[in-house]
Structures are given as C-alpha cells and as structure tokens.
C-alpha cells in the first residue's frame, strides 16, 4: 500500500510553511482529515494496519485514540479488528476519559492515533486508560512523522519519542521531513511567515 501517494492524491501531504503544535516549523504538513473524508480510503487504511497488528498476535479487547485527529482513524481500526472503541478527550488541557465510557481491570487496549510525531497525545490517552485500570499492549498510527520507531521499520526512533519503548508502535509509513527551530528556520529566513495548519482553511 502507498500511504503516500494516497496522502498526496487527497491534497493531504501540504507543502507551505507551517507553525506544528510544538512549536517549530516545517515546509510540509499531513492532514489526515483530508484522506479520512472518504471513508472508503479510510477503511483501507485501517485493514492495512489491522493486518500488520494482526500478524504480531497481539490480544486486544478496545481501540482508545485521543481526540479528535485519533477518532476517525481508531474507530475504522476498531471495526477492520472487531474490537470495541473508546476515545479520550482534553477538557481544560488535561486528557480524560469521559461519556459514561468504562475500562474493566486488566483490559487490554491499543491506542490510535491518525499520526504519531513524538506520541505525546497518544501518550497521555494511554496514561488515563491506565489510571482506569487498563493495561497497554500497543500503539498504532496510520502514519510516523519518524521520531518513533514502528515495527516493521529500519528507520530508528528519536529520543524526543515519548511512547514507551517495551510495548509495540505499529504504524503504516514514516513520512520523514525536517523540522527547525523558528531561529533557525530556511523559510523564515526567505521572509515567509510560518502558518498554523488548519488556520487559513488548510
Ligand atoms: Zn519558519
């Protein structure tokens, strides 16, 4: 399967000048929601990566994903493994898990994100699935900005990855581009000014 020629023929791969969430930039940006609206591609995806999760035997009960860039890909996961799912959500920056949505002890959950770039968010929605009681046995993302290593990879994690290392990230592609510091940042430098994706209908 080409993730990306799947992103680029659904204007998801954006070439610009971004500002991320983390505060740095970058010439180039993934906007999941664009391949997503087409839940025929979006289901495609997902049996891929249900696939590669499948032929490492792993026992799963739920899919959890943080909302909302984790919903759409997490639930067609769901459904491509029949499992149950779940998503945790922000209220006032702190991540929960809320809507009467239960966690029984020793369940055992797979957190989904659409993209993992240091796996912060992926992180927190699967501190709180702990903290309810239940145990993680993967991460999974459509796609790896390339700071974790995925399984099936050579391409070698970053210490920025903040998922942990003894429990499987499986994600389809690693879509790798630089990032700078805005200090540092070629496109600053040019005189453009970095946008934030989603800003200006992007
Ligand atoms: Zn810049």
Redesign the pocket.
Known sequence: MHVESIYKNANALLEG?F?LSSGK??RYYLQSAKVLESPKVAEELACALAAMIKMHSLEIDTICSPALGGVLAGYELARALGKRFIFAERVNGEMSIRRGFDIAQGEKILVCEDIITTGGSALEAARVAQSMGGIIVGFAALANRGFCQRVGSELKGKPTCKLPHDVPFFALADFEFDI?E?SE?????EG???IKPGSRGN
Request: glycine share 0%.
């Open positions: 000048h500002l930039h970058s700078y805005p940042c070629p496109l600053c430098k453009s000014k970095a």
